[in-house]
């Protein structure tokens, strides 16, 4: 039999090899999954999937809570996003989920439209993650993959403290046994103090034995899911010792089977509304989604191609609506999960997908035991990993205004996460205007040599991460003298260095751009030092 005979009659060899080469350029997963290499990869996708599904369950519920949602809503929404950037993502190990700061975005632009009518509240968020994803979408055959860039190191940092601020003190209530209806900081700390005589010691007991169980599995059971361990020991004590009996609040009955396919319903009132919140909430998602891409793809020693990133996004939040999901993101813990162990390639996403659809279908029963306190627990885990202090004070050290800026996004998001989106915006346009970038790059340039090598890491601006990583041979060497003139004094001089660059960035730092573009500054009479 010829090689060519399964090819229909009237297609030429080269007409399907174009065909197959278009196909994988708008869905890249698909050349891995033609070319997967089965009795190698598979047993170690095999096992990384089932260890992603075993902590998105658990997240994916208490993420669903804190979007407003019922806990089958968060399944809904870790199924076929995966899928989907299995399908269109360029990055080998990133997993697409539901994310606390999405979550508690979601919260905040549809609870005042929605007025307390459940299925509106449904309809809302159906519809505010498709037109995010239609966003996305269209925002990549713009190649505007450069967004990921838009909120700088500094203010992304403070935006998600900010939330991680406000998830903490929404799930304190839960913890104590009352619920907390005010929103921002103060109110909210002021409400929590007035009802502290109110707190059910019953479900206090159980917050307290949920962190402790947290606590001992994140120290003896460092392999375990600490999340899954948490809820499994829960609900069992919950369905032995019959806690809602004693007034403790559980999960209760969550559906089985899948989704049904249908579209919301939504006032024609609601859609600028909702079409300005999801360019909003797209535009963190990406960012947010594009530094755990990156941070991965730095680890694992691949590139990862951003305009394409915006299209497999988009995917996976149109997917999530299908599914009568919310917003879904990158997300860092289940993309850690994989990668730890030992996941290869996007399979380990659907594995994952087919784990937890499998849960869906007959494993919901057990679910209904699981006391809202310990998905407060959860919670308040995952509000406290999220606070970076760590990166906080790396910036301090290198800018101070970057550190004001990043405290006041902090301080904006906690009193306000609605309006704080607008107020991220204005603030990277005062720090990254027309020099901003340039001065933040020379600031960390001219500072002492032995730190530079680690600070590089956070420098934000017009160049990409993988950028400032490959300039980091030019400054490991460089007086403030030698910085200065790589970077240019001036903001024209500057912005043909970065320009230049980019050409470097594209093909290496050993192409003929890099050599041509080393000797234009050698014979300008700017040596750059190796």
Not at 173 to 185: D, M, R, T
Not at 413 to 432: E, H, P
Not at 513 to 529: D, F, H, M, V
Request: proline share 5%; net charge positive; charged share 15%.
């Amino acid at each position: 039999m010829s090689a060519n005979s399964n090819i229909p009659p009237g297609v030429s060899p080269t007409e399907k090899g174009g065909a197959i080469r278009r196909l994988t350029s708008a869905a890249p997963g698909v050349e891995t999954l033609l070319h997967y290499q089965f009795a190698k990869d598979f047993r170690h996708d095999l096992v990384a999937g089932i260890s992603v599904a075993a902590v998105a369950l658990p997240v994916a519920v208490a993420y669903a809570q804190l979007a407003g949602f019922n806990p089958v809503v968060g399944l809904y929404s870790s199924i076929l996003p995966l899928v989907a950037y299995a399908i269109f993502g360029t990055s080998r190990q990133l997993m697409v989920n539901p994310d606390a700061a999405t979550c508690a975005m979601i919260a905040s632009a549809i609870a005042p439209l929605a007025a307390g009518d459940a299925e509106l509240y449904l309809s809302l968020s159906i519809a505010l993650t498709f037109f995010t994803g239609l966003l996305c979408i269209a925002a990549s055959f713009f190649r505007l993959g450069a967004l990921a860039d838009f909120l700088s190191k500094p203010i992304l940092v403070g935006f998600l403290n900010g939330i991680a601020i406000s998830i903490f003190l929404g799930q304190v209530g839960k913890l104590l046994g009352f619920s907390i209806g005010s929103h921002g900081i103060v109110p909210q700390l002021l409400e929590i103090f007035s009802k502290l005589p109110e707190t059910h010691l019953p479900t206090l007991a159980v917050g307290a034995g949920s962190c402790a169980v947290l606590f001992i599995s994140l120290r003896f059971l460092p392999h375990m899911p600490a999340a899954l361990v948490v809820l499994i020991v829960a609900g069992a004590a919950a369905a032995i010792l019959r806690l809602d009996a004693q007034g403790i609040a559980i999960l209760g009955a969550v559906p089985a089977g899948l989704p049904p396919l249908r579209w919301p319903a939504v006032p024609l009132e609601d859609i600028p509304s909702l079409v300005a919140d999801a360019a909003g909430l797209a535009l963190v998602l990406f960012t947010s989604g594009t530094l755990t891409a990156r941070s991965f793809a730095s680890k694992g020693h691949y590139e990862i191609d951003v305009d394409r990133e915006l299209a497999a996004y988009g995917a996976a939040n149109i997917a999530s609506a299908l599914s009568q999901g919310f917003a879904v993101t990158g997300a860092d813990s289940r993309t850690a999960m994989g990668a730890a162990a030992g996941g290869r390639t996007q399979v380990t996403g659907l594995v994952a997908a087919a784990a937890i659809a499998t849960v869906l279908l007959f494993l919901t029963e057990p679910l209904r035991y699981v006391p809202i306190a310990a998905l407060g627990t959860v919670l308040v885990f995952a509000a406290i990993s999220l606070f970076d202090v760590k990166t906080l004070s790396e910036i301090s050290k290198i800018d101070r205004l970057e550190f004001g800026l990043a405290m006041i996004t902090t301080l904006c998001v906690a009193a306000f996460v609605l309006a704080a989106l607008k107020a991220v915006k204005w603030l990277a346009d005062v720090r990254f205007g027309p020099s901003g970038h340039r001065n933040f790059i020379r600031s960390a340039c001219q500072r002492e040599r032995p730190a530079l090598q680690e600070r590089c890491s956070l420098l934000s601006g017009r160049l990409s991460r993988s950028a400032m990583c490959s300039l980091r041979p030019l400054f490991q060497k460089s007086t403030p003298a030698t910085a200065n003139a790589v970077l240019g004094h001036d903001d024209d001089e500057a912005d043909h260095t970065i320009n230049s660059y980019a050409g470097i960035v594209r093909n290496g730092p050993n192409s003929s751009a890099s050599e041509s573009w080393r000797n234009s500054l050698i014979a300008s009479g700017k040596r750059p030092r190796a």
